[in-house]
Protein backbone atom coordinates (compact mmCIF):
# COMPACT_ATOMS: atom_id res chain seq x y z
CA UNK A 1 0.00 0.00 0.00
CA UNK A 2 2.81 2.05 1.00
CA UNK A 3 4.00 1.51 -2.36
CA UNK A 4 0.83 2.38 -4.75
CA UNK A 5 0.69 5.88 -2.65
CA UNK A 6 4.28 6.72 -3.71
CA UNK A 7 3.32 6.00 -7.31
CA UNK A 8 -0.20 8.52 -6.68
CA UNK A 9 2.27 11.00 -5.39
CA UNK A 10 4.55 10.95 -8.48
CA UNK A 11 1.71 11.11 -10.83
CA UNK A 12 0.25 14.09 -8.66
CA UNK A 13 3.54 15.82 -9.02
CA UNK A 14 3.61 15.50 -12.59
CA UNK A 15 0.41 16.52 -12.90
CA UNK A 16 1.06 19.62 -11.09
CA UNK A 17 3.77 20.54 -12.70
CA UNK A 18 2.47 19.84 -15.91
CA UNK A 19 -0.26 22.49 -14.51
CA UNK A 20 1.89 25.32 -13.59
CA UNK A 21 3.97 24.86 -17.19
CA UNK A 22 1.05 24.39 -19.77
CA UNK A 23 3.77 24.04 -22.34
CA UNK A 24 5.02 21.31 -21.07
CA UNK A 25 8.93 20.62 -20.05
CA UNK A 26 11.57 23.17 -21.46
CA UNK A 27 12.51 22.34 -25.05
CA UNK A 28 15.46 22.67 -26.65
CA UNK A 29 16.40 25.81 -29.14
CA UNK A 30 13.90 25.83 -32.05
CA UNK A 31 15.72 24.34 -35.40
CA UNK A 32 14.80 24.64 -39.29
CA UNK A 33 15.60 23.85 -42.25
CA UNK A 34 14.20 24.88 -45.56
CA UNK A 35 13.71 22.89 -49.03
CA UNK A 36 13.47 24.31 -52.54
CA UNK A 37 11.33 23.14 -55.31
CA UNK A 38 11.81 23.39 -58.97
CA UNK A 39 10.50 22.74 -62.36
CA UNK A 40 11.60 23.51 -65.43
CA UNK A 41 9.64 23.92 -68.73
CA UNK A 42 11.64 23.35 -72.18
CA UNK A 43 11.43 25.77 -74.92
CA UNK A 44 10.01 23.82 -77.77
CA UNK A 45 9.06 25.36 -80.91
CA UNK A 46 7.40 23.88 -84.42
CA UNK A 47 6.05 24.59 -87.35
CA UNK A 48 4.16 22.61 -89.43
CA UNK A 49 2.63 23.44 -93.43
CA UNK A 50 -1.13 22.50 -94.73
CA UNK A 51 -0.01 22.56 -98.45
CA UNK A 52 3.47 21.93 -99.97
CA UNK A 53 2.84 22.41 -103.44
CA UNK A 54 1.18 25.06 -105.41
CA UNK A 55 0.45 26.14 -108.76
CA UNK A 56 0.03 29.79 -110.04
CA UNK A 57 -1.10 30.94 -113.56
CA UNK A 58 2.22 32.78 -115.18
CA UNK A 59 0.32 33.57 -118.22
CA UNK A 60 -2.17 35.47 -116.30
CA UNK A 61 -0.62 36.86 -113.44
CA UNK A 62 -2.45 36.26 -109.85
CA UNK A 63 -2.13 38.74 -107.13
CA UNK A 64 -2.50 37.66 -103.90
CA UNK A 65 -3.03 34.15 -103.85
CA UNK A 66 -3.12 31.91 -100.77
CA UNK A 67 -0.76 29.20 -101.12
CA UNK A 68 -0.47 27.67 -97.84
CA UNK A 69 -1.39 28.67 -94.07
CA UNK A 70 1.83 27.60 -91.72
CA UNK A 71 0.84 26.77 -88.09
CA UNK A 72 3.50 28.34 -85.59
CA UNK A 73 3.64 26.97 -82.50
CA UNK A 74 6.19 28.43 -79.44
CA UNK A 75 6.32 28.92 -75.56
CA UNK A 76 9.84 30.30 -75.38
CA UNK A 77 9.38 32.90 -72.94
CA UNK A 78 10.92 36.00 -75.00
CA UNK A 79 9.21 34.89 -77.98
CA UNK A 80 9.90 33.50 -81.43
CA UNK A 81 11.31 34.29 -85.07
CA UNK A 82 9.93 32.78 -88.17
CA UNK A 83 11.78 32.98 -91.10
CA UNK A 84 10.84 32.62 -94.59
CA UNK A 85 13.42 32.26 -97.39
CA UNK A 86 12.89 31.85 -101.13
CA UNK A 87 15.88 29.52 -102.53
CA UNK A 88 15.98 31.93 -105.85
CA UNK A 89 15.38 34.74 -104.12
CA UNK A 90 12.21 35.60 -105.25
CA UNK A 91 12.16 34.37 -108.97
CA UNK A 92 10.24 31.30 -110.05
CA UNK A 93 13.11 29.52 -112.46
CA UNK A 94 12.70 27.18 -115.43
CA UNK A 95 16.66 26.49 -116.59
CA UNK A 96 18.03 29.97 -117.78
CA UNK A 97 13.90 31.96 -117.75
CA UNK A 98 12.59 33.31 -114.62
CA UNK A 99 9.72 35.69 -113.27
CA UNK A 100 10.26 37.47 -110.29
CA UNK A 101 6.89 37.07 -108.23
CA UNK A 102 5.81 38.48 -104.31
CA UNK A 103 5.78 36.27 -100.81
CA UNK A 104 3.60 37.49 -98.22
CA UNK A 105 3.81 36.04 -94.79
CA UNK A 106 0.72 37.07 -93.11
CA UNK A 107 0.64 40.80 -93.09
CA UNK A 108 4.48 40.82 -94.13
CA UNK A 109 5.78 41.01 -97.49
CA UNK A 110 9.39 39.41 -98.57
CA UNK A 111 12.06 41.29 -100.12
CA UNK A 112 14.24 39.50 -102.80
CA UNK A 113 12.17 36.47 -101.63
CA UNK A 114 12.88 36.66 -97.67
CA UNK A 115 11.10 37.96 -94.44
CA UNK A 116 11.90 37.58 -90.66
CA UNK A 117 8.62 38.11 -88.14
CA UNK A 118 8.71 38.04 -84.37
CA UNK A 119 6.01 37.04 -82.40
CA UNK A 120 5.49 36.79 -78.69
CA UNK A 121 5.09 33.65 -77.08
CA UNK A 122 1.80 32.11 -76.51
CA UNK A 123 2.55 28.12 -76.63
CA UNK A 124 -0.62 28.42 -78.35
CA UNK A 125 -1.05 27.15 -82.11
CA UNK A 126 -1.12 30.05 -84.16
CA UNK A 127 -2.14 30.25 -88.23
CA UNK A 128 -0.51 32.46 -91.00
CA UNK A 129 -1.40 32.25 -94.94
CA UNK A 130 1.42 32.36 -96.88
CA UNK A 131 0.30 34.47 -100.18
CA UNK A 132 2.06 34.70 -103.33
CA UNK A 133 1.30 37.47 -106.17
CA UNK A 134 2.78 36.52 -110.17
CA UNK A 135 2.72 39.16 -112.61
CA UNK A 136 1.04 38.31 -116.20
CA UNK A 137 4.06 36.87 -118.17
CA UNK A 138 2.64 35.82 -121.47
CA UNK A 139 6.03 35.88 -123.20
CA UNK A 140 7.72 33.56 -120.93
CA UNK A 141 9.72 30.30 -122.68
CA UNK A 142 7.81 26.95 -122.30
CA UNK A 143 8.63 24.91 -119.04
CA UNK A 144 8.27 24.03 -115.16
CA UNK A 145 8.81 27.12 -113.26
CA UNK A 146 9.79 26.35 -109.58
CA UNK A 147 11.03 27.83 -106.46
CA UNK A 148 11.57 26.45 -103.07
CA UNK A 149 10.52 28.34 -100.09
CA UNK A 150 11.83 27.32 -96.57
CA UNK A 151 10.12 28.07 -93.60
CA UNK A 152 11.51 27.56 -90.29
CA UNK A 153 10.95 28.80 -86.21
CA UNK A 154 13.10 29.82 -83.96
CA UNK A 155 13.23 30.95 -80.23
CA UNK A 156 14.71 33.94 -79.18
Known sequence: MMRRISQIA??????????AD?????????SQATLTIRGSV???????????TA???????????????????????NGYVVTVASQNGGSLSSGTASVAY???YGDVA???GSVATTRTASGQARSTTVSVS????PSLPAGEYADTVIISITAK
Open 10 to 19: AVMAVALLAL
Open 22 to 30: PTGPARGQA
Open 42 to 52: TAECSIGISNN
Open 55 to 77: TVNLTAGQATVPVATVEERCNAA
Open 102 to 104: GLQ
Open 110 to 112: AQN
Open 134 to 137: VPAS
